[in-house]
């Protein structure tokens, strides 16, 4: 059984929309793909290692421990099964898992849904290891199931979202707001770009440090409210033992002795009654602080009120890790059983967790008389520990309900007076249903932070919506929490239409942020360079504080090897499909090509933007959930679009007019005129008809985005297609006195595109084109080339590019050149150039005046800095005017007669002699 391939999507993929592993998996090894085919006991071993497997619901009418049972499945599905059920048993709340058969039954793909990338690819190891080891082990190699899940859960476990975490998270959800693990622990962010918060259990992002700080020192704290008049124990810090027992005595036994900037009840000594006690505490406590208070013994029962955003949220009645006896059971024994409770696990990762059997239980219980082997009497409560907190196995009762409004008003005071926006009284009372003032209750903490667990899930009473509670304050009302997302995707013009998109929205007033092939782009500056078109790059975009408008060009690739990186967009367009990449990733067809691009409006929310003239994207209006469908015609005959039109509906469309071609905007029946073609810079007067295309998909995505006309129209005629803003996409320099055009197009329809501009262009001298073909395309793709450039020229300068993707020297060129040649190109037309580099310079170098030279390349800075800087013969006179004329403003300036030079706080200048 071996593991072909492995992919982690991050989002939505082409099997699903959410994030799984697929792994390729070949199972040609083992005499039988059926699960059944190894025996019953296989089966049984593996529902004893994974008891959650038996009641895995797998289909509408069965368990995964039905079929089990049954044998009557795959290995690849019981290989899914094994990795989600794994993950389930270390806390992850994970359901997918599928099997896809391959080309035969012997392979195929396993898919399976995961919470955190690591703990993903680990379940999959080890369930394939677990496989093995039921259907075919290895006799000198011994492998125990049960201590490898152990291991397994140890570590996952400490990788999942907690209760805590997760109720937060399921908040979010439910209200539709976006959020992101940002490690591998607790901190999640909520909501996108300028909108985005933080929050770390119960900390968040609009927490503030001072008041953290404040809470973290128990003294001052404690000082802050008594000054407010707010119910105190007298509380003392103690230097050294000796002022610990000083203090003790001077508030009276019994006293608490704690750390003065503890957390999680760690030590922590309660009700204290002798010096030699408060002493012994004294040394515990200072292990676990930085200093020790010794404080007045309040009576009454342990409470934790919970304050967010100003306002009681929940209160529970705390208890202490404790086991009650029923007159037969050792106490061991009784814990044993209580930790048999599924809620109860290792540390918070569970909301509850499982009592201890350490040196400060045991010696809690020897205060009493007690050993872990005695037997106390029937209903004897038996406490474990002396606080109740839940990180070391205590219980809580919700008593939000009865909670009384003194108690409530003082709790909320506190917090408020601290300066938390989530905050947690540790409230000591006898009745919390009576006024702290009748009571004698007080508060003797404030925690930030503050666990939440007891509060979702309280051992008894009503479960409160903490979660819920936290949302409503990061975002109240309808306070935005995600930015308009606009992905586009398509074989051709994708980098440019991102480009114009997002200068049509950077002249709106806005923060964009773009992907595209060549850099992330943060407001117009560089954020990363490098191909940036699948998740990680929309990751950046997604997490940058300053964004209020995402622009995603996803490409192909990123879909194919890790999926998309967001859940969803408002916007989603697709430009075309046409051959390009054909026979990579496992996509071998144009059919495939347009399942993978249709994902991009697969996931549109609002609109989905498509182009009417190509019929792949045709058909995807079919496959979209978005409310709008906007069609881009280049055809104003289009049937489509002129049914869709009469029905009132939207659509960008292009159409003669008295002054050449005009962009027309039908929607709600309503016509608008929006731009004549040749006022649009990138169009070069509208004779490059592809980017024609590309602005009418950039403003149909600006309209669906929320622009107006006039915003659009003023984008679409700034933006140009210099080197600067639109780099290797129809960058034109005609400063040698022949044109020299520059594009990175690489494929069949990209050059055919540029091939029908230099057609539209008029040229005096004679026409050069440098071409190439990427070398992981196929032979056909690079004939398809040659045949679209055949008979458009006057010299064919034929390249390969600096990487040749695994192809021989010279091979892509010569499968070029045959073909150009079946083509009717005369062979003395044709040259075959060494590399990209000498294919540019010789370009250059033989153009005449009034020359066209048409580059396709790879590396496109280089090409255009080779370009720029290209001394032509035909101007060395013009050069060396300009050389003398230069030398002339380098040459040292005479001080004229009458004048001196001076300096002040204005800079230097010459002053007239007095």
């Not at 074989?491 to 049509?504: C, E, F, I, P, Y």
């Not at 943060?522 to 490098?530: H, P, Y």
């Not at 055009?741 to 008029?762: C, F, K, P, R, T």
């Not at 190439?772 to 590019?801: K, M, S, W």
Request: one cysteine or more.
């Amino acid at each position: 059984m071996k593991i072909l391939l492995t992919r982690v999507y991050v989002g939505p993929n082409v099997y699903e929309k959410e994030p799984l592993v697929r792994l390729e998996v070949d199972f040609s090894a083992h005499k039988s793909t059926r699960f059944g085919d190894y025996g019953g006991a296989v089966a049984e071993r593996l529902l004893t290692a994974l008891p959650g497997l038996e009641q895995r619901r797998v289909s509408d009418d069965a368990t995964a421990g039905d079929i089990l049972r049954k044998g009557d499945c795959h290995l690849g599905e019981a290989f899914a099964w094994i990795a989600v059920g794994l993950q389930a048993q270390a806390g992850a709340r994970v359901d997918l898992a599928r099997y896809v058969a391959g080309d035969d039954d012997h392979h195929g793909h396993v898919l399976f849904s995961y919470l955190s990338r690591s703990t993903g690819l680990e379940a999959g190891d080890l369930a394939r290891l677990i496989l093995l080891e039921l259907i075919d082990p290895l006799e000198d190699k011994p492998f125990s199931i049960r201590e490898e899940i152990a291991d397994y859960v140890d570590f996952a476990s400490r990788r999942v979202l907690g209760p805590s975490g997760q109720a937060l998270v399921d908040a979010a959800e439910e209200r539709g707001i976006p959020w992101l693990r940002l490690n591998d622990a607790s901190l999640i962010q909520l909501g996108q770009g300028k909108y985005q918060k933080r929050i770390e259990a119960a900390l968040t992002s609009e927490t503030g440090c001072i008041a953290v700080d404040l809470a973290k020192d128990k003294e001052t704290s404690l000082e802050l409210l008594r000054d407010l008049g707010l119910p105190v124990p007298d509380q003392y810090y103690a230097r050294n033992i000796d002022a610990a027992v000083r203090a003790a005595e001077k508030i009276g036994y019994p006293v608490v002795v704690k750390p003065s900037d503890g957390n999680h009840g760690r030590g922590v000594s309660v009700n204290l009654q002798t010096p030699e006690e408060v002493e012994d505490a004294f040394d515990l406590a200072a292990t676990h602080g930085s200093g020790v208070l010794v404080e007045q013994m309040i009576d009454g029962d342990d409470h934790r009120i919970l304050v967010i955003d100003g306002k009681l949220c929940a209160a529970a009645r705390r208890l202490p890790a404790h086991v009650v006896g029923d007159g037969t059971s050792t106490i061991r024994e009784l814990i044993d059983v209580v930790n048999q409770d599924p809620r109860r696990g290792v540390g918070h990762e569970n909301m509850l967790t499982r009592l201890g059997t350490g040196p400060r239980e045991e010696e809690l219980l020897s205060e009493k008389g007690y050993t872990f082997d005695s037997v106390p009497p029937a209903d004897e409560m038996v406490f474990l520990r002396k606080t109740a907190n839940l990180s070391t196995g205590g219980t809580a009762i919700d008593v939000t309900d009865v909670i009384h409004p003194d108690n409530k008003i003082m709790a909320e005071k506190a917090i408020k007076a601290i300066g938390l926006d989530i905050g947690g009284v540790d409230f000591l009372t006898t009745d919390i249903t009576r006024s702290y003032r009748d009571t004698g209750g007080a508060i003797c903490e404030i925690n930030a932070g503050p666990g939440i667990r007891m509060h979702i899930a309280p051992s008894e009473g009503e479960a409160r919506d903490v979660g819920g509670a936290v949302m409503d304050m990061l975002f109240p009302g309808d306070a935005p929490s995600r930015i308009p997302v606009a992905a586009l995707t398509g074989t051709n013009g994708k980098t440019t239409t991102a480009r114009m998109l997002a200068h049509v929205l950077k002249m709106a007033g806005h923060v964009v942020g773009q992907t595209s092939t060549d850099a992330v782009m943060i407001d117009g500056n560089v954020s990363i360079k490098g191909d940036m078109t699948g998740p990680f790059s929309a990751g950046i975009v997604l997490r940058d504080p300053d964004v209020d408008m995402a622009v995603m060009e996803t490409a192909r690739g990123g879909i194919v090897r890790a999926g998309l990186g967001y859940k969803t967009c408002d916007v989603g367009a697709v430009l075309n499909v046409s051959s390009d990449h054909l026979g990579l990733g496992g996509v071998d067809t144009l059919d495939q090509l347009a399942e993978v691009k249709r994902l991009v409006v697969e996931v549109a929310q609002d609109t989905a933007v498509l182009n009417a003239d190509n019929i792949y994207t045709l058909k995807m209006a079919a496959h979209t959930p978005a409310k709008n469908i906007c069609y881009v015609s280049m055809n104003p005959n289009n049937r489509i679009v002129r049914e869709h039109i009469k029905l009132g509906k939207r659509a960008f469309v292009l159409e003669k007019g008295v002054n050449g071609d005009q962009i027309m905007l039908y929607d709600h029946e309503s016509q608008t005129p929006l731009i004549w073609t040749h006022l649009i810079p990138a169009t070069l007067e509208g004779k490059a008809r592809h980017n024609v295309e590309n602005a009418m998909f950039a403003a149909a995505m600006a309209y669906s985005l929320g622009l107006s006309l006039d915003q659009i129209r003023s984008g679409l005629r700034t933006f140009n297609n210099s080197f600067y803003q639109s780099p290797g996409r129809m960058n034109v320099f005609d400063e040698h006195g022949f044109r020299v055009i520059l594009d990175y197009g690489h494929n069949e329809a990209a050059i055919g595109s540029m091939v029908d501009v230099v057609n539209q262009l008029e040229t005096k001298g004679k026409r050069t084109v440098c071409v190439t073909c990427p070398g992981d395309r196929r032979d056909e793709d690079i004939e398809a080339i040659g045949r679209v450039i055949a008979g458009n020229f006057d010299q064919y300068l034929l390249h390969t590019d600096d990487d040749r993707r695994g192809r021989e020297e010279g091979a892509i060129q010569q499968i070029m050149a045959d073909e150009l040649k079946r083509q009717g190109v005369d062979p003395s037309q044709i040259e075959i150039m060494a590399s990209e580099l000498e294919s540019v310079e010789q370009g250059l170098a033989r153009a005449k005046p009034d020359d066209l030279v048409l580059m396709f390349c790879g590396t496109i800075t280089r090409a255009w800095k080779t370009i720029i800087h290209f001394k032509p013969e035909h101007r060395a006179e013009e050069r060396s005017a300009e050389e003398i004329a230069q030398k002339n403003l380098e040459a040292e300036i005479d001080v004229p007669d009458g004048y001196t030079i001076v300096s002040d706080e204005r800079g230097v200048r010459l002053s007239p002699l007095t």
